[in-house]
């Protein structure tokens, strides 16, 4: 199976900045689509962004939009998730997933990912 890992989570101050890392396996990642997701506490699980296998559909939650950035390099399977002027309420848990089925397009629905990376901690304090 696709084996799908995240890195880059931390404690920073509200402002401050993080970048996520998201390492998948296999031969075949530049055909997934690509998501950040996270789940505060007592939360349910919500899509941060997402980005399909070229790149050329990106969408960025509400929340997030001009402050996050999503970007993959294909010959590297790996994707990024670039945070700038955290928030407190940005303290989550980020998940990487990727999609098989839903390759062309940067869906936002977790149940159309197929795996699921095991999560880093994100904390910003205010």
């Known amino acids: 199976q696709v084996r799908v890992v995240e890195s880059g989570g931390g404690l920073v101050q509200a402002g401050g900045s993080l970048r996520l890392s998201c390492a998948a396996s296999?031969?075949?990642?530049?055909?997934?689509?690509m998501g950040w997701f996270r789940q505060a506490p007592g939360k349910e699980r919500d899509v941060v962004a997402a980005?399909?296998?070229?790149?050329?559909?990106?969408y960025y939650a509400d929340s997030v939009k001009g402050r996050f950035t999503i970007s993959r390099d294909n010959p590297k399977n790996t994707v990024y998730l670039e945070m700038n002027s955290l928030k407190p309420e940005d303290t989550a848990v980020y998940y990487c997933?990727?999609?098989?089925?839903?390759?062309?397009?940067?869906?936002?629905?977790?149940?159309?990912?197929?795996?699921w990376g095991q999560g880093t901690q994100v904390t910003v304090s205010s």
């Open positions: 997933a990727a999609s098989r089925e839903y390759l062309a397009i940067a869906t936002t629905n977790s149940v159309q990912y197929d795996y």
């Open positions: 296999g031969r075949t990642f530049s055909s997934y689509a």
């Open positions: 980005i399909n296998w070229n790149g050329g559909d990106i």
